[in-house]
């Protein structure tokens, strides 16, 4: 499997395509008043920058313009082409026939000429194909169908389809293009929204994988129903998504929305998607979350081979140690404040052979200051979250100066809970002045997201693993911190409240925080003597960007062995020792 980080990214410089004029090339011959004629077939008319194209090069080019990257739409069966192994796809759920509940006029015959016209029962075409080997449940809605919309047989299709996939275990893929529910159905419509929601909870109880993938446009009651219940929620570039259209909204509120409004890139931003992925990258990034999301048994499967040269030169480490161990406590708080000091993304980096970010809390905003998402620990899926600083200014304003916010408590847990479904590891790396204390964090929660965090944390049924690698502050620490094991590296610190605020609260003298460094025992020795951590990973010299690859692989092995040791207990145990570890302190 290749790297998963670089399959789909957090954004992305192709430019949308009005939707109102995307067209599937070949369908309709492009043209006006103003416009040259040209052969039927030859050329297709860009949707986004209005410009003539050979068709030839559009298709080579995955249906997105040469000249400014906007995507047109496409047809059902082009994409179960592009994504699905060749002659893999079998069609389910066909011979169901639309009914009229609402005696609409000629409803039947414009489902007739719909199906004449563009060869599809329905809006919808799903069943079992293989995505590079491996079996999934892939469906394709097909906007040229009455624009996607959701009746009777498009809510039945998708119904069947989870509940089949639940009998056979397998994952499902579901490529969601649709203007909503068909009014011509009415409540009939409606009520396909519940249906396929209740299908989906049955398939999800089974521990197994959704992802729906939203194309352009995804809108109204597909968009409040199946479009958005996916484990991993993926979009093409540029792809319009929302419940109300955006007109609608501008109308309504009587305002102007703001730039790139409802698009893809907007909804990365706004923590509601996971990230963006471009045509070209669908199948292997697919392939891959398939992959990595296949059920495995325990917590070990390691494929690395540890070779004796590593062993050789964990000893040469292991005898030129003992440099600046003598280093105060008050030291120790400005090492592990150094802005050199590695990141979480830089453990991540160095410590998985892969990763794949993802974003959002689903509810508001994608908090910079929170990374997370899918790695690979020599063989072993394993989640991984961690509190991110920057480098610079613009990083720091970026990471909110690895500040969380109540969203980014939510991101993290909602990873944890994603793991948990998966039967995965969870591995968090802590390095925080504290949670963000805003305003805003106050409006949005930020005292319930942290406890939130708390309740959940101790009773997920897999392993957690805490690394504090730099400033551990207060409950914004902790509450990434409620592990089965928590470490720390040996110059990070770990402490109720800053040195600065323990001094200013006590001693009405903020002056006196190196005085309270060494009284606060806050070092990572004085926490394993006290029993609030398990073990101190070494640093022959403060980490840094020369010996990150050597921390790395100490840390790595300490890894392998922490979930050896949790190897063969069963959930109920897993969470029963995270209690019990607490409870004693």
């Known amino acids: 499997m290749s790297r998963l980080k670089d399959l789909f990214k957090k954004t992305t410089n192709v430019q949308e395509p009005e939707t109102e004029e995307s067209k599937v090339p070949g369908e309709e011959t492009p043209g006006s008043e103003n416009t040259p004629s040209v052969p039927e077939g030859l050329w297709v008319k860009c949707p986004k920058c209005g410009e003539l194209l050979y068709k030839e090069d559009v298709v080579k080019n995955d249906y997105v313009c040469p000249k400014c990257k906007g995507y047109f739409r496409i047809k059902a069966k082009t994409r179960i082409r592009m994504v ?76 069947r389809s989870f509940e089949r996939a639940t009998e056979e275990k397998l994952p499902v ?222 990083d720091n304003i970026l990471r909110n100066f690895g500040m969380p916010s109540p969203e980014g408590y939510r991101k993290a847990l909602r990873l944890m809970k994603q793991a948990e479904k998966f039967n995965r590891p969870v591995i968090n790396f802590i390095d925080t002045p504290g949670a963000f204390c805003g305003i805003e964090a106050e409006e949005r929660g930020q005292g319930e997201a942290i406890a939130r965090n708390l309740l959940e944390m101790s009773d997920l049924k897999v392993p957690v693993l805490s690394i504090v690698i730099g400033e551990g502050g207060s409950g914004g620490a902790l509450a990434l911190g409620v592990g089965n094991e928590v470490w720390m590296m040996e110059n990070a610190t770990y402490s109720v409240l800053s040195p600065e605020g323990f001094a200013s609260i006590l001693w009405k003298d903020s002056k006196r925080a190196k005085e309270a460094a060494e009284v606060m025992k806050i070092t990572a020795r004085d926490l394993k003597n006290l029993g609030i951590i398990e073990h101190v990973i070494p640093e022959d010299i403060p980490a840094c960007a020369q010996n990150l690859p050597e921390i790395a692989e100490d840390m790595k092995n300490r890894m392998h062995q922490f979930l050896s040791e949790m190897e063969g207990k069963t959930p109920e145990e897993l969470a029963a020792l995270r209690y019990e570890r607490f409870r004693k302190m």
């Not at 389910?92 to 016209?117: S, V």
């Not at 939203?214 to 958005?228: C, K, Q, R």
């Not at 009587?254 to 706004?270: D, M, R």
């Not at 600046?324 to 160095?350: C, F, Q």
């Open 84 to 159: 699905a192994d060749k002659g893999s796809f079998q069609e389910w759920c066909t011979g169901l026939h639309t009914f009229n509940p609402l005696d609409y006029p000629e409803y039947e015959e414009k489902i007739a000429k719909q199906q004449e016209k563009t060869h599809l029962e329905e809006a919808i075409r799903i069943g079992e194909a293989r995505i590079d080997g491996t079996r999934v449940v892939l469906g394709v809605c097909d906007a040229r169908f009455l624009m996607g919309s959701m009746g009777y047989v498009v809510g039945e299709k998708i119904t």
């Open 173 to 394: 893929i579901l490529f969601c293009c649709s203007g909503g529910a068909r009014m011509q159905e009415g409540m009939v419509s409606l009520m396909q929204m519940a249906k396929t929601s209740a299908a989906i909870k049955r398939h999800s109880e089974a521990g197994l994988l959704y992802i729906p993938v939203l194309t352009d446009p995804t809108t109204g009651g597909v968009t409040a129903s199946f479009a958005m219940l996916g484990d991993i929620i993926l979009a093409e570039p540029g792809a319009l998504i929302g419940f109300a259209g955006p007109r609608v909204i501008a109308q309504t509120i009587g305002q102007k929305l703001p730039e790139g409004f409802q698009k893809a890139e907007f909804l990365v931003e706004h923590g509601i998607i996971d990230g963006i992925v471009t045509r070209n990258l669908l199948k292997k990034t697919l392939s891959g979350l398939v992959k990595f999301h296949e059920r495995k048994n325990g917590y070990c499967q390691f494929t690395r081979i540890t070779l004796p040269e590593m062993a050789e030169e964990g000893e040469k480490k292991h005898r030129r140690r003992n440099r600046d161990k003598n280093m105060t406590a008050w030291e120790r708080v400005e090492t592990a404040r150094d802005s050199k000091r590695p990141t979480s993304l830089d453990y991540i980096e160095t410590v998985f052979e892969e990763f794949m970010e993802l974003h959002g809390d689903r509810a508001f905003r994608d908090d910079g200051a929170i990374v997370g998402g899918l790695a690979v620990l020599d063989g072993q899926p394993v989640t991984v979250i961690g509190v991110q600083k920057g480098r610079n200014t613009k």
